[in-house]
């Protein structure tokens, strides 16, 4: 069975920095391509950044400079560190297994004065 489970989400001034984790387990992790995706209230949901087996990323055009995706395939682990967080940065982030087709169950990223 397949799980994902973020975590490091959190309130933050705009202009401040947050890392999100994904641990993911029942996968073959180091094959998988892994991606970060995000949902502000009212909208939809949309890809933030994604990275895949051979650490090739893409990223949002809004996000790019801004955020870093990474993994760490001996912990199973994805990462985003996301710098210079602005308001319209808020929303609850996803991390998705492509490859597997599953989703986290989310952890909030508030950016607020």
């Known amino acids: 069975q397949v799980q994902l489970v973020e975590s490091g989400g959190g309130l933050v001034q705009p202009g401040g920095s947050l890392r999100l984790s994904c641990v993911a387990s029942?996968?073959?992790?180091?094959?998988?391509?892994m991606g970060w995706y995000r949902q502000a209230p009212g909208k939809e949901r949309e890809l933030v950044a994604t990275?895949?087996?051979?650490?090739?990323?893409n990223y949002l055009d809004s996000v790019k400079g801004r955020f870093t995706i990474s993994r760490d395939n001996a912990k199973n682990t994805i990462y985003l560190q996301m710098n210079s967080l602005k308001l319209e940065d808020t929303a609850v982030y996803y991390c998705?297994?492509?490859?597997?087709?599953?989703w986290g169950q989310g952890t909030q990223v508030t950016v607020s004065p």
């Open positions: 029942g996968t073959i992790f180091s094959i998988d391509t």
């Open positions: 990275i895949n087996s051979g650490g090739s990323t």
């Open positions: 998705k297994s492509l490859v597997y087709r599953s």
